[in-house]
């Protein structure tokens, strides 16, 4: 089974920077896409960023320009750089992988991000 674990949440001021890490069990290159979702106290899911196994990425409107995707096939991790961050950008961040040629997806277990004003 895959197993998809999360690291580099925590507590930072507006304006500064996190970068999550996200660590697969296997080669990320036998996922069709993988990206970041988020998920805020009482709201649901949302996606934040995705990267395909093309190259392409794309961002929610609300973190263009300041996030960046990132994967290290060598280390079968992928990365959220995070600059700017805003206190709306607090929620649990969470990793997800896809093969979508087999219909499988998986999750990782969160990452909790708090930005303080």
């Known amino acids: 089974q895959v197993q998809l674990v999360e690291s580099g949440g925590g507590l930072v001021q507006a304006g500064g920077s996190l970068r999550l890490s996200c660590a697969a069990s296997?080669?990320?290159?036998?996922?069709?896409?993988m990206g970041w979702y988020r998920q805020a106290p009482g709201k649901q899911r949302v996606l934040v960023s995705i990267?395909?196994?093309?190259?392409?990425?794309n961002y929610a409107d609300s973190v263009k320009g300041r996030f960046t995707i990132s994967r290290d096939n060598a280390k079968n991790t992928m990365y959220l750089q995070m600059n700017s961050l805003k206190p709306d950008d607090t929620a649990v961040y969470y990793c997800?992988?896809?093969?979508?040629?087999?219909?499988?997806?998986?999750w990782g277990q969160g990452t909790q991000v708090t930005v303080s004003s």
């Open positions: 990267s395909n196994s093309g190259g392409s990425t």
């Open positions: 296997e080669s990320i290159l036998t996922f069709n896409a």
């Open positions: 997800r992988a896809l093969r979508s040629g087999l219909g499988v997806g998986y």
